[in-house]
Nanobody, 117 residues
Framework: QVQLVESGGGLVQPGGSLRLSCAAS????????LGWYRQAPGKQRELVAT???????NYVDSVKGRFTISRYSPKNLVSLQMNSLKPEDTAVYYC???????????WGRGTQVTVSS
């Protein structure tokens, strides 16, 4: 059974940095898209960044220039470097891995990121 585990979350002051990572319990083949989503209390889950198997990247406007998504290995699947963090970045961040033909859609349990003085 495939399990995704996020790491790297925590408490940081405004202007600080964090790096999130997502690891898989087994090697996953046929990945089409990797992504990071986040959900703040009382709000809907939103897409933060994605990267395709071809290396194409997409970011929500609010994080452009501050966050960078990268893919680096079959098990250590994807990372999110977050710089110049703001209080509005506070949320639970989730890792997502899916195929392009509806074969699977995996989610991690999330990691808390809190930006506060």
């Amino acid at each position: 059974q495939v399990q995704l585990v996020e790491s790297g979350g925590g408490l940081v002051q405004p202007g600080g940095s964090l790096r999130l990572s997502c690891a898989a319990s087994v090697t996953i083949r046929g990945i089409n898209v990797l992504g990071w989503y986040r959900q703040a209390p009382g709000k809907q889950r939103e897409l933060v960044a994605t990267i395709t198997s071809g290396g194409l990247k997409n970011y929500v406007d609010s994080v452009k220039g501050r966050f960078t998504i990268s893919r680096y290995s079959p098990k250590n699947l994807v990372s999110l470097q977050m710089n110049s963090l703001k209080p509005e970045d506070t949320a639970v961040y989730y890792c997502n891995v899916r195929s392009g033909v509806g074969q699977y859609d995996y989610w991690g349990r999330g990691t808390q990121v809190t930006v506060s003085s």
